[in-house]
């Protein structure tokens, strides 16, 4: 087998739906076929699932997901929006998968910039910064 020589075919899709007013439920799947890279090594992709809803109460948007892998055991996620105006928002969340995880973040809007930092901390690697800078058309 020689490297580099693997290709596959995923397929992937997801549902947004809206119930009720300020109630948001989604389900996303990838890779429903279990791809595999090629016929020698017959290394399958694996396949994922995702199902979540967020509820949005005043300022404050709840938001809450299951995903599980076809290799891994099922795990939730949790998180928390504050929005105290229309420029600036706050973030928790958390994870129990592999190990619990941790995160914070917030985000900045200036004219049609936004800008996104957060930190996480998981139990092993521990706090890790994330960065980003968004210019919206």
Not at 79 to 91: H, K
Not at 112 to 129: E, N, T
Request: glycine fraction near 8%; aromatic fraction near 16%; hydrophobic fraction near 40%.
């Amino acid at each position: 087998y020689e490297y580099n020589q693997g290709q596959a075919l995923a397929a992937e899709g997801g549902v947004l739906y809206k119930p009720i007013k300020n109630l948001v439920v989604g389900f996303h799947v990838f890779n429903p076929n279990q791809s595999q890279y090629n016929e020698i090594s017959r290394e399958k992709i694996p396949a994922a699932a995702r199902l979540g809803a967020g509820y949005k109460f005043g300022k404050v948007l709840f938001c809450l997901e299951t995903e599980k892998h076809s290799d891994k055991e099922p795990w939730l996620k949790a998180g928390m929006e504050y929005a105290p105006s229309n420029t600036f928002m706050f973030r928790a969340g958390t994870s129990n998968n592999p190990l619990n995880l941790y995160s914070f973040g917030s985000s900045v809007l200036f004219n049609k910039f936004r800008m996104d930092m957060a930190c996480s901390f998981h139990q092993v690697l521990g706090f890790r910064p994330y960065f980003s800078l968004t210019y919206m058309l």
